[in-house]
């Protein structure tokens, strides 16, 4: 008995220095051995497509920073409400169309202020979580990556932070959102603030998340 496979839609453009085309391809080949018929597009117009996304299980976005119609962000948020999946990391989802607050509502957080310089930090993984199939069975780890301070939804599931040390201004360390889920409608969504770069992208623990967080939100 043949089985219909899934279709993933990349979705993918935005600022270049943020390695749209190569962080994407990365995870292309993953999502054909999880089952996935994968179709590219650079262009958001995609999003005004209701048939095929109506047909698609899930979206990969990677569009950092730009700007996205009034019709194309509608159609991208009755997708995910009918179910479409939709998952992305960093700036590709995280701080994409800064100007569409509906979008940021969707993904539950965008960067608000610029980062930290890069460094070594723990990621923290939930502990009330742990039994979350995105993070089931890892543990805490190191990994070189910038701190962004977030503005997030309060209904988001937190399943990682990485903590903002105390200083002079804020004398007690804070914990801000660093991997996350929500659900929106019939559809679930994935986001991770880590893996800006490539190299980021190469850190088992990163990768692992993400790739479960692709299958998660998949319808």
């Not at 979206?59 to 509608?74: K, L, N, S, Y």
């Not at 999946?85 to 539950?108: K, N, T």
């Not at 399943?159 to 996350?180: C, K, M, N």
């Not at 409608?185 to 992208?201: I, M, Q, T, Y």
Request: glycine content about 10%; aromatic content about 8%.
């Amino acid at each position: 008995m043949s089985h219909a496979r899934r279709r993933a839609l990349i979705v993918r453009g935005g600022r270049k220095a943020h390695c749209p085309v190569q962080t994407t391809n990365l995870f292309m080949p993953f999502l054909v051995r999880q089952g996935f018929d994968v179709l590219v597009e650079d262009c958001l117009e995609v999003y005004e497509d209701e048939k095929l996304l109506a047909e698609t299980d899930l979206v990969v976005q990677c569009w950092p920073g730009g700007d996205i119609t009034p019709r194309e962000g509608a159609g991208l948020r009755a997708a995910v409400q009918a179910g479409t999946g939709l998952a992305g990391w960093h700036a590709g989802l995280v701080d994409a169309f800064p100007e569409d607050l509906d979008c940021q509502l969707l993904v539950g957080g965008r960067f608000q202020l610029e980062p930290s310089e890069t460094g070594r930090r723990r990621v923290r993984l939930a502990a009330e979580r742990a039994d979350h199939p995105v993070i089931d069975g890892l543990s805490d780890f190191d990994t070189d990556a910038e701190r962004y301070w977030l503005l997030n939804d309060p209904l988001i599931d937190v399943l990682a932070t990485i903590t903002f040390d105390g200083d002079e201004q804020r004398p007690e360390a804070s914990a801000v959102p660093a991997v996350w889920t929500r659900t929106w409608g019939r559809g679930r969504v994935f986001a991770s603030a880590l893996g800006r770069r490539p190299s980021d992208l190469a850190t088992p623990e990163v990768r692992a998340l993400i790739e479960r967080g692709l299958l998660w939100a998949s319808r």
